[in-house]
């Protein structure tokens, strides 16, 4: 958290933890939105295409990346109104005041160019250029359950991995580097494998950088596990489905009993010795190889053969326990988007799912609470939120017009 005094109005007397207000300019299929929010739940509810996704999208921009759909950035600019600029070229921008315990801020983003003419996203914290997108994390954490994540644990390990990853990164910024730094490194030193001529004292060098990344990132992995199990077993009332999650994988067996330092040097020779192999592409042992995997206590099942509706209470409780790491040691709120939420749920999963993001929300309001958590849900049908009746704000979304619906 920023500790330069005005860098925030405070507001001590605040109740409300989350974002008080969500302006967008020319985002997806809004051409201008001017958003205030009450405290509690959001619950937006409109037909298919109205504009509900793009708000979670739009609210996802307020975390570093390319947000819930992962895209091109000038992917989101309105469509229409960008072809009627004289530039020809897509802009776009969010803004948005954040509650906090300790006041209010201002944050904005938006896509801007460099001179040279790419794409780049800019950041704006009450009104100053941030330094780096990593610097919203300061002030507030984003997570998001979509129905493209419904298949998570049908999907191959690497979309696991970059769930993972996602988690690790809200616990450590340096996290993303890392894994970019891996990757490109991995990269290139099979590329020199392939050609067959290479330095070797340049790819030893490459594979010593490999060792000291895919260690931390395999101690990364491991604490947001560690992490998720130690806020299942903290929480007494807990209504999800019980679950155990690990990190499998070769350099993680060695860490198990290894010393750190002891298993970057394992991996660096492991690295030496499969040179040969990995010429055909890739490296045979890494983090890049790892799997996430959960099992279904109750069940005694793993994951993926689970129902299709276990699979999202699953993929629900495994977040909805990361986010209670969040709150127990972060100052800022964490913001829960959860598209589409109500499809795959009976009526006794839902209300345990309301259950759940209501009541933390009463006893965070506590003195003693951290980073409280406000939850964003969607769905064409509003019946299956009535259950929160009195206790979220309920928006409809017709055509990108949003409208309080009490
Ligand atoms: N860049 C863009 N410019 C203009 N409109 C866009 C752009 N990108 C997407 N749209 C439109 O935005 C509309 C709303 O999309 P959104 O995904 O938010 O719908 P939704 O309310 O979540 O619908 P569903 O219930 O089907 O999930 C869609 O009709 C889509 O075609
Ligand atoms: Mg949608």
Same mark, same amino acid.
Request: hydrophobic residues 35%; neutral net charge; aromatic residues 8%.
């Given at each position: ?150 298949? /998570?644990?049908? =999907?191959?390990? $690497? *979309? ?6 996602? +988690? !690790?990164?809200? #616990?450590?910024? &340096? ?125 005694? /099942?793993?994951? =993926?053969?689970? $129902? *299709? ?6 993929? +629900? !409780?495994?977040? #909805?326990?990361? &986010? ?83």
């Amino acid at each position: 958290m920023p500790r330069t005094q005005e860098y925030w109005s405070i507001n001590q007397q605040s109740r409300l933890s989350g974002l008080s207000r969500l302006v967008l300019h020319q985002f997806r299929n809004y051409q201008e939105l001017d958003l205030p929010l009450q405290s509690g739940p959001v619950v937006l509810t409109g037909p298919n295409g109205a504009g509900k996704t793009n708000i979670l999208e739009a609210i996802s921009f307020l975390s570093p990346g390319r947000g819930l759909r992962s895209i091109k950035l000038s992917q989101v600019a309105n469509l229409k109104r960008f072809n009627q600029n004289p530039s020809g070229l897509p802009s776009w921008a969010i803004a948005a005041t954040v509650e906090t315990s300790f006041g209010s801020a201002q944050l904005g983003t938006g896509l801007d160019y460099t001179a040279a003419g790419s794409e780049r996203r800019l950041v704006k914290i009450n009104g100053e250029p941030a330094k780096s997108q990593a610097s919203l994390t300061d002030w507030v954490s984003v997570i998001w359950v979509t129905p493209q994540m419904d298949r /998570l644990f049908l =999907e191959s390990a $690497s *979309t696991r991995r970059k769930f993972i990853d996602r +988690l !690790a990164y809200a #616990l450590d910024p &340096t996290h993303a580097a890392r894994v970019h730094r891996y990757e490109h490194h991995l990269r290139e030193r099979a590329h020199l494998l392939r050609e067959g001529r290479y330095d070797p004292l340049w790819v030893s060098t490459l594979e010593r950088y490999l060792a000291e990344d895919g260690v931390a990132i395999v101690v990364a992995r491991q604490q947001v596990v560690k992490s998720l199990r130690e806020a299942q077993r903290q929480d007494k009332s807990y209504l999800f489905p019980q679950f155990h999650a690990e990190m499998k994988g070769e350099v993680e067996t060695w860490a198990a009993n290894q010393p750190a330092l002891a298993v970057e040097d394992r991996y660096a020779e492991k690295l030496k010795t499969t040179r040969p192999h990995d010429g055909a592409g890739g490296a045979s042992t890494g983090p890049h190889r790892s799997d996430f995997q959960v099992h279904h206590l109750a069940k005694q /099942l793993p994951a =993926e053969l689970c $129902s *299709t509706g276990e699979q999202k209470m699953l993929l +629900l !409780a495994v977040t #909805l326990a990361f &986010t209670r790491i969040q709150e127990s040691y972060r100052s800022c709120p964490t913001i829960l988007l959860l598209d589409d939420v109500a499809a795959h749920l009976d009526d006794q999963h839902r209300l345990v799912l309301f259950q759940e993001i209501c009541h933390p929300l009463v006893a965070l309001s506590h003195e003693d609470s951290k980073g409280p958590l406000q939850v964003w849900m969607t769905g064409t049908d509003r019946s299956s939120f009535h259950d929160l009746n009195g206790q979220a704000q309920f928006l409809t979304v017709h055509n990108a017009t949003v409208m309080n619906s009490p």
